[in-house]
Antibody
Framework: QVQLVESGGGVVQPGRSLRLSCTASGFPFNTYTMHWVRQAPGKGLEWVASIHYDGRVEFYADSVKGRFTISRDNSKKTLFLQTTSLGPDDTAVYYC??????????????WGQGTLVTVSS | IVMTQSPATLSVSPGERVTLSCTASQSVRVNLAWYQQKPGQAPRLLIYGAVTRATGIPARFSGDRSGTEFSLTISSLQSEDFAFYYCQHYNSWPWTFGQGTKVEI
């Protein structure tokens, strides 16, 4: 069964960086486009970034472009989100998400349990 | 693309039929999904391709589309259906979500 386990969240000071990880199992990781989606406390969902199954193409929300970098290691079945220049608006639960189908073009199918990032001095 | 959901909150009784709306600011074709989220849980995919139920989703959930207007209907609300519902397009980058509809008792 599909499992996505995020890690790396925590409390970080404004302006600092944090690297989130997501370990996948139960499916052929190298055939699925992966995403990060976040949810600020008490707020709605915000798509953050995506990376194609082969790691060659990335897309970002305008709110994080230039500050966040999505990457993946298919040999280790791991997805990453490197965050920099963090601000209070980045405080959120960050979800690792697999598309519903393989090789791209599908909606968000399987979600991890999320990791909380809190930006505070 | 801006996704606008209405209403923000729906107060209903079990057994009622409810319809949630989602409007896209420009064409997203049929690349529209609906998600359900309960407190403290990750979202769950309900509908994709505007009208296709995801695996394991009960038949009381259905989706419809008319141009850039989409709807999610729950034919007979069950207790486990009280939750937040979000629409989201995946037609072009960046993907965007609606602000959500809360279905409450």
């Amino acid at each position: 069964q599909v499992q996505l386990v995020e890690s790396g969240g925590g409390v970080v000071q404004p302006g600092r960086s944090l690297r989130l990880s997501c370990t996948a199992s139960g499916f052929p990781f190298n055939t699925y486009t992966m995403h990060w989606v976040r949810q600020a406390p008490g707020k709605g969902l915000e798509w953050v970034a995506s990376i194609h199954y082969d790691g060659r193409v990335e897309f970002y929300a305008d709110s994080v472009k230039g500050r966040f970098t999505i990457s993946r290691d298919n040999s280790k079945k791991t997805l990453f989100l490197q965050t920099t220049s963090l601000g209070p608006d980045d405080t959120a639960v960050y979800y690792c998400v697999r598309e519903h189908g393989d090789y791209g073009g599908w909606p968000l199918g399987s979600w991890g349990q999320g990791t909380l990032v809190t930006v505070s001095s | 693309i801006v996704m606008t959901q209405s209403p923000a909150t729906l107060s209903v009784s079990p057994g009622e039929r409810v319809t949630l709306s989602c409007t896209a600011s420009q064409s997203v074709r049929v690349n529209l999904a609906w998600y359900q989220q309960k407190p403290g849980q990750a979202p769950r995919l309900l509908i994709y391709g505007a009208v296709t139920r995801a695996t394991g989703i009960p038949a009381r959930f259905s989706g419809d589309r008319s141009g850039t207007e989409f709807s999610l209907t729950i034919s007979s609300l069950q207790s486990e259906d009280f939750a937040f519902y979000y629409c989201q397009h995946y037609n072009s980058w960046p993907w965007t979500f609606g602000q959500g509809t809360k279905v409450e008792i």
